[in-house]
T-cell receptor
Framework: ELKVEQNPLFLSMQEGKNYTIYCNYS?????LYWYRQDPGKSLESLFV?????AVKQEGRLMASLDTKARLSTLHITAAVHDLSATYFCAVDKSTNAGKSTFGDGTTLTVKP | NAGVTQTPKFRVLKTGQSMTLLCAQD?????MYWYRQDPGMGLRLIHYSVGEGTTAKGEVPDGYNVSRLKKQNFLLGLESAAPSQTSVYFCASSYSTGIGNQPQHFGDGTRLSIL
């Protein structure tokens, strides 16, 4: 059974600081996704990571994937209040009808 | 450009009542999914469909039924609502795995309370 663990589950940061969210998964997977969810809103796709060593960046967020360690990281650089949200990682296999298994999410609060 | 549309957005039911949640997508996606999200938890897959006329069970299917009579629509039914089904329900859709590596596209959710 594929399990996805994120840590930390809650993160309170000061503006301008850097931090990393970790996503571990239990079995070999083909794709890893990062989503963002604002309170009371839907999920928005941030990144899709496909191969070992993949790195993608958008603004102050950078995601990376280490398939050997079954680990993805979401690095936040110089946090700003607008990044406050819940971040989910999810993994799936191409042979599994696109069914994704989600982590429990990391709720990020950026304080001034 | 609507994307994934869920109706209704909010609903309050009494225990034992039934209802149907509707999901419609206009992106010609093959795959569609229903999830539930409970406080402090990630999304758990209820049922999914890989194409018109096909459905399959996900992680937490008990108490729910689904139908995919048309490619663009995926319906989630609660036959006899129970308080444990109070949750936020999300529908999502995606291309089949043979067409690129695309994320799922999510609707805005249905907030369902069972009294």
């Amino acid at each position: 059974e594929l399990k996805v663990e994120q840590n930390p589950l809650f993160l309170s940061m000061q503006e301008g600081k850097n931090y990393t969210i970790y996503c571990n998964y239990s079995t070999t997977s083909d794709r890893l996704y990062w989503y963002r969810q604002d309170p009371g809103k839907s999920l928005e796709s941030l990144f899709v990571l496909l191969s070992n060593g993949a790195v993608k960046q958008e603004g102050r967020l950078m995601a990376s994937l280490d398939t050997k360690a079954r680990l993805s990281t979401l690095h936040i650089t110089a946090a700003v209040h607008d990044l406050s949200a819940t971040y989910f990682c999810a993994v799936d296999k191409s042979t599994n009808a696109g069914k994704s298994t989600f982590g429990d999410g990391t709720t990020l609060t950026v304080k001034p | 450009n609507a994307g994934v549309t869920q109706t209704p957005k909010f609903r309050v039911l009494k225990t034992g009542q039934s209802m149907t949640l509707l999901c419609a997508q206009d992106m010609n996606h093959e795959y569609m999914y229903w999830y539930r999200q409970d406080p402090g938890m990630g999304l758990r897959l209820i049922h999914y469909s890989v194409g018109e006329g096909t459905t399959a069970k996900g992680e937490v299917p008990d108490g729910y039924n689904v139908s995919r009579l048309k490619k663009q629509n995926f319906l989630l039914g609660l036959e006899s609502a129970a308080p444990s089904q109070t949750s936020v329900y999300f529908c999502a859709s995606s291309y089949s795995t043979g067409i690129g590596n695309q994320p799922q596209h999510f609707g805005d959710g249905t907030r369902l309370s069972i009294l």
